[in-house]
């Protein structure tokens, strides 16, 4: 301990930052375990430079169903706030804001009403600010905040609880707490209308949503004219309404729907449903079930200028379609998930013939995990053959390849059983400049993607325990 209280304040400062959690809901406010808490009942010094350094106080969640037992903690969000000073605050709150739903008066001897006369003073400072609450109880933040202002937001995640969203009479409210919010950047809404978030949204540039079912994403984007990323998780049937115009969206670059195999159909009527001539970057969780709807949405688009595209299906496999690969030129970044043994082939013999196929790959992954048995499914051995073909065609023609990270993902048990001559052939593309990794898990982390030529690493077998 000494050696370590000998180290500049600068480097402990640094050391004490990196133990702050980064996980959603971290630090809790009440868990001595965790640190800035932890740090100060460690001696006397670590105490004192953890208190006198306010970004180590500068997130916090506060669970209100965890503390219900707890009548005073209020003082203890004033102790941490205090120490954070005037610097940029994450917080995040949840949970309901009184001991007793079926007593609101509950609220005095729960130390709400103090936790306000504390709290709201501080909204000012919040950069980051996640609210998961029902909608009365945000109804009650948006009172006792009043008329102080959300200054420094820029990032908000809105949610409510999930008794309210389901019931099926409920009474939304129009909120405008934010409206004040003119830095307001990132939004992300869990099961609520976005007309109920009464707020600046011409500005709004990285849009998330949980819950909306097709009309209420394409409704969602016609009022963020500026959003240029779009995440949608868990989407609800679609309600028939007859046939909807695409909405036209220019700015849109990113598009991620990721959702419950239930709701494939869901997927398909949202990409029915936009034209996206700007996207860069398109993420599907069950493509299977898009059939010709991603080639048509794609060609009214007028075929964009994708650099990224994953087609990574849970359970089904995903068709390989050649005529919109061909479109794709632009292409640095393909995932592809589970094809079938056919699909695979044709696909292989085409990028390891045609340099016009694919000309701008950098990185490609296939991944065949959580097969399980299915006739049509390409197993380990059979697949390795049409990919080392494929990459040994492929670096002999002309132009040079831009490939530079390749991954081919199955289940760790598979890997001892694979042939020496395609693990060899695979292991070659070091020669070449590309790093080819197999096994499990490997990471889709563009951790290999170096435009350089320069790599030492062959054939990486990877497993769970051995992550890059």
Not at 182 to 191: G, M, S
Not at 234 to 245: A, D, L, Q, T
Not at 354 to 364: E, H, T
């Amino acid at each position: 301990m000494v050696g370590f209280n000998a180290l500049p304040l600068e480097l402990t400062t640094r050391i004490f930052r990196a133990c702050i959690s980064k996980y959603k809901g971290e630090p809790d406010l009440v868990d001595r375990r965790q640190a800035p808490r932890l740090l100060t009942n460690v001696c006397s010094t670590w105490r004192r430079i953890a208190i006198s350094t306010p970004v180590l106080w500068s997130s916090l969640h506060i669970d209100f169903d965890s503390i219900e037992r707890m009548p005073n903690f209020y003082k203890l969000v004033e102790l941490w706030l205090s120490r954070a000073g005037n610097h940029a605050l994450d917080i995040s709150i949840k949970g309901c804001l009184h001991a007793d739903d079926s007593d609101p008066g509950d609220r005095e001897d729960y130390g709400i009403e103090e936790f306000f006369a504390i709290f709201v003073p501080h909204i000012q400072h919040i950069r980051v600010f996640s609210v998961f609450l029902s909608i009365d109880d945000l109804s009650l933040l948006e009172d006792r905040v009043e008329n102080n202002k959300f200054l420094m937001l820029e990032e908000l995640e809105l949610g409510m609880n999930i008794e309210d969203i389901e019931d099926e009479e409920i009474e939304w409210i129009d909120t405008s707490l934010f409206r004040s919010a003119t830095k307001l950047r990132e939004l992300d809404i869990q099961f609520l209308p976005l007309s109920f978030f009464k707020g600046p949204l011409r500005q709004i540039t990285d849009f998330s949503a949980q819950g909306y079912n097709p009309q209420e994403a394409r409704d969602a984007l016609a009022r963020l004219p500026g959003v240029m990323r779009f995440g949608l998780d868990e989407c609800r049937s679609s309600v028939s309404i007859g046939r909807v115009k695409p909405l036209v969206h220019s700015t849109l670059k990113h598009l991620n729907l990721t959702l419950e195999w239930s709701n494939m159909k869901s997927q398909t009527t949202i990409l029915q449903r936009l034209t996206l001539p700007s996207l860069e970057d398109l993420r599907l969780e069950h493509p299977a079930a898009v059939g010709n709807v991603l080639k048509e949405f794609l060609a009214r688009s007028s075929w964009p200028a994708l650099k990224t595209l994953h087609l990574t299906p849970l359970a089904q496999h995903a068709p390989l379609q050649l005529e919109v690969f061909h479109k794709l030129t632009s292409l640095e970044e393909l995932v592809i998930c589970r094809p079938k043994t056919n699909d695979l082939k044709v696909f292989c013999e085409k990028f390891g013939s045609d340099p016009a196929f694919l000309p701008k790959i950098v990185r490609l992954t296939i991944d065949f995990r959580t097969q399980k048995s299915d006739a049509q499914a390409a197993d380990p051995a059979s697949a390795l053959q049409f990919i080392s073909k494929a990459a040994t065609n492929r670096v002999a023609l002309k132009p040079s390849w831009s490939l530079r990270t390749l991954r081919v993902k199955w289940e760790p048990q598979l890997t001892g059983t694979l042939a020496e001559e395609h693990l060899g052939a695979l292991e070659a593309l070091n020669k070449k400049g590309i790093v080819a990794c197999i096994g499990a898990n490997t990471s889709n982390a563009d951790t290999a993607s170096s435009d350089s030529g320069d790599h030492d690493s062959g054939v990486e077998e990877d497993s769970d325990s051995e992550m890059e």
